[in-house]
């Protein structure tokens, strides 16, 4: 194989190597050519070129998710840097390894009116867990540097000497962080022409330093919750976002036998279980105004787990009746979601719960009972409630949601779509990924097919129209797997807008607010080679669905067109129909 003749982008190269990084996303240019060279030739790198960076940036985030290791991104100088930003700040609050190799110009030319240049250094420094400002290697410049700093031989050594130790230092530290942070990195490396000279043999041989992984193990905090936990007979435990398979079942099985104890799920925590409640919004917008249902709801411990919690509802309830306890369990980072946590315990939470319930013991207590009652009387209406609809999202969802196989990867979209999904239960052995960090809908598309890539199973992504179509460049990609599936619920704008609220149905709020918009996604499925099949109706539906996952020589898209005007008040009745007296 070939190196590039540029120290730094050896070095670059071996150590990415050494850290197990063996995923790489190219956006073509110029100045990063000693990266693309390398990395692109090296028997141990998987490739990929896509050209929009800001969705090169999501499928990477969408691999590193999935792969549960790091994933780089390399790009040229200037402005294609900053189209990486939204992912970069998704990966950094979800607790994804992205990992940013950016080529900048030298520093002789920053701000001297060179073009395809600004200022990259510290350009995520608000989103980034390490950013790592590398040094031209002093034994690789321009003709026009070199005529005007002549340096003796001696010094140019001992000058490069010191340049490689603090290169290797600094990506060392960079790649060390993506993973014991686990969170996205930016390594910010500086070239000088010429840029696409090769060697047969390396000239450096970079040290390689370990990984420093270690967890805040409190074990005198562990025993007083440990003792709080055992004498209070209301607890809730909340669960947000978290990768598949972090809880033991052991301790999921504690959990669900504690009559003191509500387990309360999102969608996206990969928790399901029939003893927990799995539709957090199912259960609490029909008491939201009931105070006598709202006082025996309010626990005494609030433990949380995992990441960011979708639902608005549940934030509100427990940050105006705030538990007398909240304790929060993550390996990174502890957001102070209801403004009353008490203790962070910054470790595994399996590591926790073995050292916690040693120490526990069961309580007597109504609490599970009496809002397991609730929950069957919600299931039995929300039965009801959809036997007795029209064709909208609700119904929409409703048909895509039971029809999926079984064992697969899920990936939603944004606003609507994680919501919808969040009031029915999803078969337990499917596993489920959103893009909650930032909950923006600009990368999703990009992040699901990342995931299908290197997924082993098949893997479904739903959406919404405007998401869709906002990150319509993630189809232009020569990597998607035949048995990737797109559906996408189309409602002619941004339909969220009309439950919240607003002056619906006016011009302004029209344009402004849901942008309606007249678009499908049928020419885009002929342009990138997808399978195209529509549905608007239930009928339509369920036949497309019955045959939607089966192998196929093409990916596919199912665009499902829904009614724009009824479409939010089928999910505003839904919700009242809960406290129609039976």
Not at 537 to 543: C, G, H, M, T
């Amino acid at each position: 194989m070939m190196y590039s003749k540029i120290p730094l982008a050896q070095t670059l190269v071996s150590l990415c190597i050494a850290k197990g990084i063996n995923h790489v996303v190219i956006s073509p240019g110029s100045r990063n050519a000693p990266l693309t060279l390398s990395f692109s030739q090296h028997p141990k790198i998987h490739a990929y070129s896509i050209v929009d960076e800001r969705c090169a940036a999501f499928f990477a985030l969408g691999m590193a998710q999935q792969l549960c290791k790091p994933v780089a991104v390399i790009c040229t100088s200037g402005s294609a840097v900053l189209n990486y930003y939204p992912a970069i700040a998704e990966a950094y609050y979800s607790n994804v390894p992205v990992v940013v190799i950016s080529a900048d110009r030298p520093e002789y030319l920053i701000d001297v009116g060179d073009g395809q240049t600004i200022r990259q250094k510290h350009v995520f420094k608000n989103h980034i867990n390490y950013e790592a400002n590398l040094k031209q290697d002093i034994t690789h410049k321009s003709t026009i540097l070199a005529e005007t700093h002549q340096l003796s031989k001696e010094t140019e050594r001992e000058l490069q000497k010191g340049i490689q130790a603090y290169n290797e230092q600094e990506i060392n530290l960079a790649l060390n962080a993506a993973v014991e942070s686990n969170g996205p990195v930016h390594i910010n490396a500086p070239f000088d022409e010429p840029l696409y000279e090769m060697l047969s043999e390396p000239t450096v041989s970079p040290n390689v330093q370990p990984l420093v992984l270690k967890e805040e193990i409190e074990e005198e905090k562990i025993a007083k919750v440990a003792n709080i936990w055992s004498t209070s007979t209301r607890k809730m435990v909340l669960v947000g976002t978290l990768p598949p398979h972090t809880i033991s079942k052991q301790y999921l099985e504690i959990l669900a036998n504690d009559p003191s104890v509500i387990v309360f799920t999102e969608t996206t925590s990969n928790l399901r279980d029939d003893q927990f409640f799995n539709a957090i919004d199912q259960m609490i917008l029909p008491i939201e105004k009931n105070e006598a249902m709202l006082d025996g709801f309010q626990p005494e411990i609030l433990l949380t787990l995992g990441g960011m919690i979708v639902s608005k509802k549940v934030k509100a309830i427990l940050r105006k009746r705030q538990p007398k306890h909240h304790w929060h369990i993550h390996e990174n980072r502890v957001f102070n979601t209801f403004f009353c946590l008490e203790y962070f315990f910054k470790m595994n939470p399996n590591h926790f719960f073995e050292l916690f319930f040693s120490q526990t013991k069961t309580i007597e207590s109504p609490y599970k009972s009496f809002w397991n009652a609730v929950k069957a009387d919600r299931q039995q209406k929300h039965a009801t409630y959809l036997q007795q609809v029209a064709f909208t999202d609700l119904k929409a969802f409703e048909a895509i949601l039971a029809s999926l196989p079984k064992s697969l990867i899920l990936h939603l979209g944004n606003s609507s779509t994680v919501r919808y999904a969040q009031l029915f239960e999803i078969d337990s052995s499917i596993e489920l990924f959103c893009n909650r960090g930032t909950s923006g809908i600009d990368g999703s598309t990009s992040t699901a097919i990342g995931t299908s890539v290197v997924a082993e199973k098949q893997t479904v992504f739903i959406t919404g129209d405007l998401s869709f179509f906002y990150d319509s460049n993630a189809l232009w990609n020569n990597y998607i797997p035949k048995n990737f599936r797109i559906i996408l619920v189309n409602n002619n704008g941004g339909g969220i807008f009309r439950i919240l609220p607003g002056n619906k149905n006016t011009e302004n709020f029209d344009t402004y607010f849901e942008t309606i918009h007249p678009h499908t996604a049928k020419q885009l499925a002929e342009m990138y080679a997808f399978e195209y099949i529509t549905a608007s109706d239930e009928v339509s539906l369920q036949k497309e669905l019955q045959t939607f996952y089966d192998e196929s020589t093409q990916p596919k898209i199912l665009e499902i067109f829904t009614p724009r005007i009824e479409n939010d008040g089928t999910l505003i009745d839904y919700f009242k129909f809960f406290n129609e007296k039976k």
